[in-house]
């Protein structure tokens, strides 16, 4: 009982700095993507509007969190696939920032996702029904000692 109770915390863990750790890393660059080449193209809204197809990778990463949020294993397999697409897509292995900067955190915190499911899922079961080993015998002697009690009794008052 003690273990799932641990496994449920840690799930929790896993999944708030999952979070938060990408919703910070996709606001920043879905910011950053946005108003990076606006200048170039005009400045102003018009700027920021041509500019914004640059923000679409990191809209569509944005909302693989929302649905991690609510489905942690989609999200979390979503969200590590994006990563891996950061690799070919964006060159990852080519540019160190993009590596450590993308793709390495979106990796992490998608596998935190998955993890926090099969944890939270595995916790909930223990917490749901006691192991086999200790009802078996607790059952058993339940029952032993109803039986017993049952048939000495009936047994020494007949005789």
Partial sequence: M???GKEVKIA????????TVLLTIGILIFVFSLFSGAEQLGGGIEGVILNSPNAIPWAVMLGFVYIAWNRELIGGILIVLMGL???LFF?????????????IPLVVFGSF?????YLSKRGKKRLERPERKILIPLMWNIIRENICQKYLMTWTLRY
């Fill in 2 to 4: 003690k273990e799932a």
């Fill in 85 to 87: 697409f950061t690799l």
């Fill in 91 to 103: 060159k990852g292995f080519e540019h160190p920032f993009v590596f450590f900067v993308i793709t």
């Fill in 113 to 117: 996702f998955i993890i926090s499911w």
């Fill in 12 to 19: 929790k863990y896993l999944r708030y700095t999952a979070r």
